[in-house]
């Protein structure tokens, strides 16, 4: 069974960064996208960024240039570099990773989540 270990967040004041790492343990085929989904208060669960074959990384508006996602190798770990942080950035932030046999970006594996609070 594969399983997501997250590690990293914690509080910060507005303008901070803070760093996110996910480890993919257990055996699987291969892995066709890492990413990160946020869940903020009140607020659905949102992709934020994700990363895919030929390391071809993807952001939401909100984050672009303040957030970097980047991995070791096509099994991992992956890392989320969040910098220039603001209070709406505030949330749980889950690492997720597809292991299908075909190319597709729906996350099938969750993390346990990191809390990531930018004090104001």
């Not at 055996?27 to 074959?53: C, D, H, L, S």
């Not at 939401?60 to 209070?87: C, E, H, W």
Request: overall charge neutral; charged content about 20%.
């Amino acid at each position: 069974q594969v399983q997501l270990v997250e590690s990293g967040g914690g509080s910060v004041e507005v303008g901070g960064s803070l760093r996110l790492s996910c480890v993919v343990s257990g055996r699987y085929f291969r892995i066709n996208m890492m990413g990160w989904y946020r869940q903020a208060p009140g607020k659905q669960r949102e992709m934020v960024a994700t990363i895919t074959t030929g390391d071809l990384a993807e952001y939401i508006d909100s984050v672009a240039g303040r957030f970097t996602v980047n991995r070791d190798n096509d099994k991992g770990p992956v890392y989320f570099q969040m910098d220039r942080l603001l209070p709406e950035y505030t949330g749980v932030y889950y690492c997720v990773v597809n292991l299908s046999p075909k190319m597709s970006m729906t996350p099938e594996v969750w993390g346990q989540g990191a809390q990531v609070t930018v004090d104001s």
